[in-house]
Nanobody
Framework: QVQLVESGGGLVQAGGSLRLSCAAS????????MGWYRQAPGNKRELVAT???????NYADSVKGRYTISKDNAKNTVYLQMNSLKPEDTAVYYC??????????????WGQGTQVTVSS
């Protein structure tokens, strides 16, 4: 079992920045893929960014160039730096960790979420 705890959410003006943190109870190098998802009211949960244990990253088109996902293995923490925020970025952001076994998803862990609100 892996526990994930997000922090860093809040209220910011459009154009502002926030940095989210996700602290894991397990060494993140043992988690194949960690990522950030978000969900706004009435919307389906959507992928924001992922980072593999090897350091490879990918981003949703809507945030590419504005968000950066990174990690600190020593602190077992994954970060999401969000710049040039827009009102449409408003959502609950969730940290996710996935462990693959024999090529299939075996474990799928989620944090409790942190609210990000961007005002106009």
């Amino acid at each position: 079992q892996v526990q994930l705890v997000e922090s860093g959410g809040g209220l910011v003006q459009a154009g502002g920045s926030l940095r989210l943190s996700c602290a894991a109870s397990k060494k993140i190098n043992s988690i194949n893929v960690m990522g950030w998802y978000r969900q706004a009211p009435g919307n389906k949960r959507e992928l924001v960014a992922t980072i593999t244990s090897g350091g490879s990253t990918n981003y949703a088109d809507s945030v590419k160039g504005r968000y950066t996902i990174s990690k600190d293995n020593a602190k077992n923490t994954v970060y999401l730096q969000m710049n040039s925020l827009k009102p449409e970025d408003t959502a609950v952001y969730y940290c996710n960790g996935r462990i693959m076994v024999v090529g299939t998803l075996k474990y799928d862990y989620w944090g409790q979420g942190t609210q990000v609100t961007v005002s106009s």
